[in-house]
């Protein structure tokens, strides 16, 4: 596959990073620009951000919004762990620009905790004071909080029709759906897992970089294996990967998650044989000494062994490159990514997706000024001049090559074209616990899956029975 750069679009790069940063500790970590801030009793004032350059300001103002009437209530009311409006003195993104400048606009930054976020959320909606925009990006909002009742659908707001939506955006919006409507606004996509390596690392061991292979068309599962094989050596504190977020993610390059909503209806794919063929995979990679023992390193991932030549790759969320200091991972220039490997049994090239997504709160008291943010979002990310701004600030900001970024674009690209996302976190605490670890298991402790699919399966499916159930009676 040829790189390209064709019309792939890229998110404001602090939009992006404030978007993941939830997913970056594999727990309940917050930003930390936001984390003095986690109260819900007060509303902050945004600080001052960076003013956009003349040129970029400019861009900005010829961004087409084809509807750009003032909005007779501009305060959108955020309710976030993170803030839309950026911190003191790093620059504002580009949609937030237009909602201002296009739309009169305001972000209202309501803040809470990752943790307690649900709960003020319920209790601002029971007491008459709703936020309007929640954030979906963690895919936990849907299908569950929808159905009980936290969130209200999109359409009588916003037109999924239109030509505004990216292909993945759009597919991915038409996933989170109930009774035809749209409760989830997915804006765009990214990479929800990369494979981030040190090209140093990987020639000083005579190895095939990467990026060569998914431009020749061979980056695939079975590559992957052979470059870890080559490059672990237990004996010597040498493993083929580390991180926590391999399994779900290798998992989704079969086109198959785990759990799915389609036409309404919640479904498991705990049985299935894509699911039963990529443990097995993932249980021949333990056998081979590949994974890192996280338990040696009591379960801490150790990122800084990709600079020093110990660990061959880091699969990450592409937030984790969104970062001033990427000196874990080796030295500029040295630091490089590639897509998740592609099932070669699959008929499509599936990744993972990350997204930007936002859910109308129940309730809301300014639904018009959301969608109008709604579509700056969109503009942003169609647009070639929001797009060379953004591509400035993943220079300017995390010191990122021409080669990271047409990779960027690559898998973007990539990502549009057959995004997967999986909704068992989104579905209820109970089925996340089901599923969370023990889908890991073959990964980290080398349990054989059969056992595993046939200790939880029941569970899960009487879970989503009475999901569904209240499903057909309420939407």
């Known amino acids: ?5 064709k019309t792939a679009a890229m998110l404001a ?3 992006v990073a404030a978007m993941t940063t939830a997913c970056s500790s594999g727990s309940s970590s917050t930003p930390a620009d936001t984390t003095a801030a986690a109260t819900t009793t007060v509303t902050t004032e945004a600080t001052e951000p960076k003013v956009l350059d003349e040129e970029d300001a400019k861009a900005v103002e010829e ?3 084809g509807d750009e009437e003032k909005l007779e209530n501009g305060t959108v009311k955020w309710l976030s762990f993170w803030d839309l409006n950026p911190a003191n003195g790093k620059p504002k993104s580009v949609e937030l620009e237009l909602f201002e400048t296009k739309y009169g606009g305001k972000i209202e930054y309501v803040p809470t905790t990752y943790e307690t976020r649900y709960s003020d959320l319920s209790t601002k909606v029971l007491g008459g004071d709703s936020p309007d925009l929640f954030p979906a990006a963690d895919l936990d909002t849907f299908p569950g909080k929808a159905i009980n009742g936290m969130f209200e659908p999109f359409d009588d707001y916003l037109d999924f029709s239109t030509d505004e939506w990216s292909v993945g955006a759009k597919k991915l919006s038409d996933m989170h759906m109930l009774g ?4 989830v606004s997915v804006v765009s996509t990214d990479a929800g897992c990369v494979c981030i390596y040190n090209k140093k690392v990987v020639e000083e061991n005579g190895l095939t970089d990467p990026a060569e292979l998914l431009e020749n068309g061979e980056w695939d599962w079975n590559t992957f294996k052979d470059m870890c094989m080559q490059f672990s050596d237990p004996d010597n504190g040498k493993y083929g990967f580390d991180g926590w977020w391999f399994e779900i993610n290798f998992l989704l390059t079969t086109g198959t998650p785990v759990i799915d909503v389609r036409d309404g209806q919640i479904v498991s794919h705990l049985t299935s044989n894509e699911m039963e063929r990529a443990e097995n995979f993932m249980l021949d990679l333990n056998r081979n000494n590949i994974p890192l023992p996280k338990a040696e390193y009591n379960w801490v991932e150790q990122p800084q062994r990709v600079s020093e030549g110990l660990t061959l790759f880091y699969p990450c969320g592409i937030w984790a490159l969104y970062e001033t200091d990427l000196t874990k991972f080796g030295a500029e220039g040295d630091i490089m990514f590639v897509p998740m490997p592609r099932d070669p049994e699959a008929d499509n090239y599936y990744l993972p997706s990350g997204v930007d997504a936002y859910a109308l709160c129940k309730g809301a008291p300014n639904p018009e000024g959301a969608a109008a ?24 900001d995390y010191g990122w090559t021409d080669e990271m970024i047409d990779m960027w674009h690559t898998t973007k690209e990539l990502t549009n074209e057959n995004p997967i996302i999986d909704f068992y976190a989104g579905v209820s605490p109970d089925v996340y616990n089901l599923v969370h670890n023990p889908i890991k298991d073959t990964s980290y402790n080398g349990k054989d899956w059969s056992t595993t699919r046939d200790e939880i399966t029941g569970a899960v499916d009487t879970e989503l029975e009475a999901l569904n159930k209240k499903i057909a009676e309420e939407f």
Not at 1 to 5: D, E, G, I, P, V
Not at 180 to 183: D, E, L, N, P, T
């Open 373 to 396: 943010f709604m579509r700056c979002k969109l503009a942003a990310v169609k647009d070639e001049n929001g797009q060379a701004i953004a591509e400035k600030q993943y220079r300017e």
């Open 13 to 15: 790069a602090l939009s």
């Open 180 to 183: 035809g409507k749209h409760y």
């Open 63 to 65: 961004i087409d919004m």
């Open 1 to 5: 596959m040829k790189k390209s750069r």
